[in-house]
């Protein structure tokens, strides 16, 4: 089972040699969760997997946790470490697939499908090293039997991948501008090459625009909207007191040296946003090897489940991801889904912010095109350039 294809649309108005507005529309399905509407937590947990074919593991996770706390089920603290292990490899393998196989395209280049696939590896792998039974999405926790070593073996692999892409140099690199700046200069990859050029071409501070970033656990009123909305029009266009946040690696890495070093200087633009996945990859990569070490096996946990209401949200590789559910005597009454795309593809959201009042000029459409893919919507995205 999946959502019919869903894509957006960013048209960009040009008139007197700048952008005068941003169109952004979307065939999104924001209020497909409504399907679960009667069904048993088990019955969700067995359709959410196969409805997302990026995210899927922090959706089912996420969607999880959810129904354990409407129906007062808490996973065991090792529980809570090795799902948040599955969530940071999903990070790695889709923004690695990013690095390795979208990136060069971008420049041109040819894909590296070899390395694409080395980070694609890494969420089975990890998943099969945690639980081997299979049983990772059951409620309450299933069999935890974490093998150690091949877990760390699984996690230099994906490191490896990412020198690979960096062309060797991962230690130090992310540190300080200078040195990441330097790196550009002589980088043997299509990542450096492509970041060169951004810089050199004074596109660093493309698309930049005030700030907003995302907290942690969502804005505060998040449950309170969720339950108020059967519409689906805050699923639609979330904000938060009129303000519409942005979300993901930017929002996330903001207080990182490197990456403040190039909000100070750059803003939050282009180079700060692609540099920001750098980081999350390595963030992401280093968090997996700390919870491994302290991982103990655990039986699998109970699944008898009450009535109430749950709220989880989870830092996925896209952002913030929340879901929202009620049970009522053992049985969904409510479920709704709000996914980061709809944060940073608002049409007041970062992207429509960052390119308002841009100059238009020949390669406006390429460049917002590499906006749109350092911002990395969960669907396909087509941009147009508009003249009166």
């Not at 089920?73 to 690095?99: K, N």
């Amino acid at each position: 089972m999946g959502f019919p294809e869903a894509g957006i649309t960013v048209a960009l108005k040009v008139g007197h040699g700048t952008v005068r507005a941003v169109e952004i529309g979307s065939t999104r399905l924001v209020k497909a969760a409504a399907m679960f509407a009667g069904k048993s937590p088990a019955e969700v947990l067995t359709i959410l997997p196969t409805l997302f074919a990026l995210c899927g593991t922090a959706q089912a996770l996420t969607g999880l946790e959810a129904m354990e706390q409407a129906g007062g089920l808490f996973a065991s603290p090792a529980t809570r470490a090795a799902r948040r292990i599955l969530v940071s490899a999903e990070a790695v393998a889709e923004h690695g697939m990013a690095l390795a196989r979208d990136w060069p395209m971008l420049m041109g280049e040819r894909p590296d499908m070899e390395t694409a696939r080395k980070f694609k590896r890494t969420l089975a792998t990890v998943r099969q090293h945690l639980y081997p039974d299979g049983d990772w999405l059951t409620l309450g926790g299933g069999r935890l039997a974490p093998d150690i070593s091949h877990l760390l073996a699984d996690i230099a692999e994906a490191q490896a991948a990412f020198a690979h892409c960096l062309g060797g140099q991962v230690t130090g690199l992310l540190k300080d501008r200078n040195t990441f700046r330097a790196w550009m200069t002589q980088a043997p990859t299509a990542i450096g090459r492509m970041l060169a050029q951004v810089v050199s071409e004074a596109q660093a501070s493309f698309g930049a625009a005030d700030l907003l970033a995302m907290p942690e656990n969502g804005p505060p009123d998040l449950a309170e909207r969720l339950d108020g909305d059967p519409d689906g029009l805050y699923l639609a266009r979330p904000d938060y007191r009129g303000q519409v946040l942005e979300t993901g690696a930017l929002a996330r890495n903001h207080t990182h040296p490197l990456v403040a070093a190039i909000l100070r200087h750059e803003g939050a633009g282009l180079l700060a946003r692609l540099t920001a996945r750098l980081v999350d990859v390595a963030a992401a990569l280093h968090e997996m090897a700390s919870l491994v070490q302290d991982l103990k096996a655990e039986a699998a946990g109970a699944a008898r489940l009450g009535s109430g209401q749950g709220l989880a949200a989870t830092q996925a590789a896209r952002g913030l991801l929340a879901h929202r559910v009620h049970l009522a005597e053992g049985r969904v009454s409510l479920y709704r889904i709000l996914a980061p795309t709809e944060w940073n593809f608002h049409p007041a959201g970062p992207l429509a912010r960052g390119l308002t009042g841009i100059r238009a000029d020949g390669d406006l459409a390429a460049r917002a095109g590499l906006l749109v893919a350092a911002l990395d919507p969960c669907v396909t995205c087509q941009v147009s350039v508009e003249a009166p």
